[in-house]
């Protein structure tokens, strides 16, 4: 079992920056593929970024690509998600994901074996 606990969201005006956090607990972190999902209300859940075991790969969705970065720090159990130029459109909340499945980069949801709570994210114009 993992349990994922995401933190760092809030309200930013457009432009800004925001850095999400998700603490997982377990000695087993660093077997896992890790991935950023968000889901806007009224829409369906999306992909937004993952990230391989030791780190060494990351996927992101063209709707953030150069803009989102996803890394990880397995010591500390730690993914994080650094989100620069924020948009309105990018209002949602914010979940991360582990899978233990796979060794490669994961962007299907259903891939997924553990999933935080959420944190909200809103961007103001």
């Known amino acids: 079992q993992v349990q994922l606990v995401e933190s760092g969201g809030g309200l930013m005006q457009a432009g800004g920056s925001l850095r999400l956090s998700c603490a997982a607990s377990?000695?087993?972190?660093?077997?896992?593929?890790m991935g950023w999902f968000r889901q806007a209300p009224g829409k369906e859940r999306e992909f937004v970024a993952t990230?391989?075991?030791?780190?060494?790969?990351?996927y992101y969705a063209d709707s953030v690509k150069g803009r989102f970065t996803i890394s990880r720090d397995n010591a500390k159990n730690t993914v994080y998600l650094e989100m620069n130029s924020l948009k309105p459109e990018d209002t949602a909340v914010y979940y991360c994901?582990?899978?233990?499945?796979?060794?490669?980069?994961?962007?299907?949801?259903?891939?997924?074996?553990?999933w935080g709570q959420g944190t909200q994210v809103t961007v103001s114009s």
């Open positions: 994901a582990a899978s233990g499945r796979y060794s490669i980069p994961v962007t299907s949801g259903g891939h997924y074996d553990y």
């Open positions: 377990g000695r087993t972190f660093s077997s896992y593929v």
């Open positions: 990230i391989t075991r030791g780190g060494g790969r990351t």
